[in-house]
């Protein structure tokens, strides 16, 4: 009725590879390639920066505000900047010199204080409205450059995972099995059919 032919099945078994580099590393075997970024290096925490902080960087970008982050730091350091250098000019430059000449009260000295108060005051008034207005752009220019740097960590996570496939499929080991395949002849086949066709219509 049928014929038997020899079947060959072949099974391809991919060598255990494990690719590295200071940023990433790539583990291929027989079920796929796993990468992941090394611990503790530059590429790990521009992926754990971007992945934690992404959300609150845009939510800043749309609706810009003093109270964010980066911009309370800047705040604080300009803050600090001016007045730090206001009493150091304003003591090294007018009230000591005075005062060993006695040339100044303690009233004028406080009434000069006062002065340079409110005029930092203004100033940093002044920077506020400077820095808000300027925020949105900054933090454009933060979002792009950190997209930047999480895109060539990726780029480095899939050239590595490409480096451990080839290597693991040039090390791959190939089996072949042999087995008996039947098959019937298409003439006989139609035969049958045509039998069995005629047997139940005289059955009717």
């Given amino acids: 009725?049928?014929?038997?032919?020899?079947?060959?099945?072949?099974?391809?078994?991919?060598?255990?590879t494990t690719t590295t580099n200071p940023y990433v590393t790539s583990t291929t075997n027989n079920k796929g390639t796993v990468s992941t970024f090394n611990?503790?290096?530059?590429?790990?925490?521009?992926?754990?920066?971007?992945?934690?902080?992404?959300?609150?960087?845009?939510a800043e970008y749309l609706n810009p505000t003093l109270n964010s982050i980066t911009n309370k730091a800047k705040m604080n350091a300009f803050a600090d900047s001016l007045n730090d250098s206001s009493v150091m000019y304003l003591e090294n430059n007018i009230i000591n010199p005075l005062s060993?000449?006695?040339?100044?009260?303690?009233s004028q000295a406080t009434d000069m204080?006062?002065?340079?108060?409110?005029?930092?005051?203004n100033q940093i008034a002044n920077y506020a409205q400077e820095l808000l207005g300027t925020s949105q752009k900054d933090t454009a220019?933060?979002?792009?450059?950190?997209?930047?740097?999480?895109?060539n960590g990726y780029n480095a996570l899939?050239?590595?995972?490409?480096?451990?496939l080839a290597t693991s499929q040039g090390n791959a080991s190939r089996t072949n099995m042999s087995g008996d395949a039947s098959?019937?002849?298409?003439?006989?086949?139609?035969?049958?059919?045509?039998?069995?066709?005629?047997?139940?219509?005289?059955?009717?």
């Fill in 39 to 58: 611990p503790n290096t530059a590429f790990s925490s521009i992926n754990d920066f971007v992945n934690n902080n992404f959300d609150q960087l845009l």
């Fill in 100 to 106: 060993k000449r006695n040339m100044i009260r303690s």
């Fill in 113 to 121: 204080y006062n002065k340079m108060l409110q005029n930092n005051t």
């Fill in 183 to 204: 098959y019937a002849n298409t003439s006989q086949m139609m035969q049958m059919a045509t039998q069995m066709a005629m047997l139940m219509a005289s059955a009717l």
């Fill in 158 to 164: 899939n050239d590595t995972q490409k480096q451990s």
């Fill in 1 to 16: 009725m049928g014929k038997k032919s020899k079947k060959t099945t072949s099974t391809t078994v991919y060598g255990n």
């Fill in 141 to 151: 220019s933060m979002l792009a450059n950190l997209m930047l740097l999480y895109m």
